[in-house]
């Protein structure tokens, strides 16, 4: 909660964030957070390209003139 509130996390809405407890000394916990971060930028890369479609088409459905 100090982290969350700390870094005001609940001000970002546009964003998943997750907090995972970790070590740089000994790097337990690094596994998480990697796989946490690879998951949401394939998510990011999926809705982006469905956005570049939508687009795109709704360019190509307009550009008569």
């Known amino acids: 909660v100090e ?6 996390l609940h001000g970002i809405r546009d964003r998943q964030w997750q907090i995972f407890p970790c070590s740089a000394k000994d ?5 998480a957070g990697m796989e946490f971060i690879v998951h ?3 998510d990011n890369m999926r809705v982006g390209e469905d956005r ?7 360019m190509h459905a307009t ?3």
Do not use: C, Y
């Not at 982290?3 to 005001?8: K, S």
């Not at 479609?53 to 709704?58: E, R, T």
């Open 52 to 58: 570049s479609g939508l687009v795109k088409a709704q």
């Open 27 to 31: 790097g337990s916990g690094l596994q």
């Open 63 to 65: 550009s008569d003139f």
């Open 3 to 8: 982290i969350t509130q700390g870094l005001n």
């Open 40 to 42: 949401e930028v394939a």
